[in-house]
């Protein structure tokens, strides 16, 4: 926030506290923030009274006003972000912020937040070991030990070389909700053994390796008992798949495969109510009227992005679901465009943070690498 005419200054110096407040609300930038907590005293005041009701400090823009984010390399001082954001719930700390605050300042910060809930980071230096009271975490590793309390943690957004390297920790999660995985290795992975999740409730899974590589999260699902939702992403042309176990609690699944065993997958899902498979280039038409009488739960059928099914299938899928009374939704290319207008709801703007505990709305429709870090409380 620069300053030039003097006669405007004089004018913004004779605004009342409130006036002045409401106009702090609008600045998100930390730079901006800073600069006007160092005016003068009774502007300091009033930005810590505006800098309380941040929940979040992010990296990229976002103009909500419990938001701030930093861009840049001028330097801050470090030493004032505990007084300027004590109620801080999810904090984002990359290298671009090293640039601006020293690293012992982000460290004094974490400890002494006590309200800090969730915390994204790319650092070397595990600082997620400096706070004791995280749920939500999204760390540059996974190494053993790194959180005092792995127990409390609910949400883990990870980057892993193999899910052999999650299985390792598992034990380290026994609570957790929501998970994560990004796995990239040119190396093979292992079966699952490993504990089982009781409250799993949602698990995303995100591949990219080799041809050969067997794709072992099916198997991984296995362990979650009460997963209600899935989001699949592989290349591997290879999967274990155990049809003899049921997931009677999943609702949603999204799928997304260059190449797919479709009769394995489909006596997995048995109760899943709303299967996506984008990208499947094997799905063909005869899957999709499959597909339509093994689940009876169906609400939303999207295969947009599978080029082999075509409008006979739709036609079937249509005749098949008015004559059984059902108000299933069917979407492939030749209607792609109606999802958006049928279901507006879903169509959420992509966020890193989103409010609510709901993955229909903020992940089924989003494509895997812009899915949000964390599904917040809606009060948080």
């Known amino acids: 926030m620069i300053i030039k005419n003097n006669y405007f200054k004089t004018l913004i110096y004779e605004l009342p506290d409130d006036c002045l407040l409401a106009i702090f609300d609008y600045v998100n930038n930390l730079d901006d923030l800073m600069n006007c907590f160092k005016v003068c005293v009774g502007w300091s005041h009033l930005i810590v009274k505006r800098t309380k009701k941040v929940k979040y400090i992010l990296e990229y823009p976002n103009y909500t006003f419990d938001c701030v984010y930093y861009e840049g390399d001028t330097q801050i001082d470090g030493t004032c972000l505990s007084t300027l954001f004590p109620n801080v719930k999810i904090a984002e700390f990359s290298y671009r912020l090293l640039r601006k605050v020293k690293l012992e300042d982000i460290v004094a910060f974490i400890r002494h937040q006590k309200s800090l809930k969730g915390l994204i980071h790319s650092l070397e230096e595990p600082i997620e070991k400096y706070c004791g009271e995280l749920e939500m975490v999204c760390p540059n590793d996974l190494k053993s030990n790194m959180l005092p309390n792995g127990s409390g943690i609910k949400q883990l957004r990870i980057k892993l070389g193999t899910l052999w390297d999650f299985v390792r920790n598992a034990h380290n ?161 030749g209607n792609r465009h109606e999802i958006k207008s049928d279901w507006p709801q879903l169509y959420t703007k992509r966020q890193k943070i989103c409010r609510g505990f709901d993955f229909m709305k903020h992940c089924f429709l989003k494509d895997n690498f812009v899915l949000p870090y964390f599904l917040t409380p809606i009060d948080y």
């Not at 796995?183 to 992975?189: C, T």
């Not at 999709?288 to 939303?300: F, Q, R, T, Y």
Request: aromatic content about 12%; some cysteine.
């Open 173 to 333: 999660f026994p609570n957790l909700e929501r998970l994560h995985l990004y796995i990239q290795s040119p190396y093979p992975d292992r079966p699952y053994h490993s504990p089982v999740f009781e409250k799993l409730k949602i698990v995303e899974i995100d591949t990219f390796c080799p041809n050969g590589i067997i794709f072992y999260g099916f198997q991984f699902m296995d362990s979650c008992p009460n997963l209600q939702s899935a989001y699949i992403c592989t290349k591997n042309k290879s999967l274990y798949v155990d049809v003899t176990i049921k997931h009677e609690c999943l609702q949603d699944l999204a799928i997304e495969f260059v190449s797919i065993n479709i009769n394995a997958i489909v006596n997995k899902i048995s109760k899943s109510q709303t299967p996506c498979v984008e990208e499947t280039k094997k799905l063909k038409d005869e899957h999709s009227v499959k597909l339509v009488h093994i689940l009876p739960d169906l609400v939303i059928f999207d295969v947009r992005g599978c080029r082999e099914v075509t409008q006979r299938a739709a036609n079937y899928v249509q005749n098949y679901f008015e004559r059984n009374g059902r108000s299933t939704k069917f979407y492939f290319d």
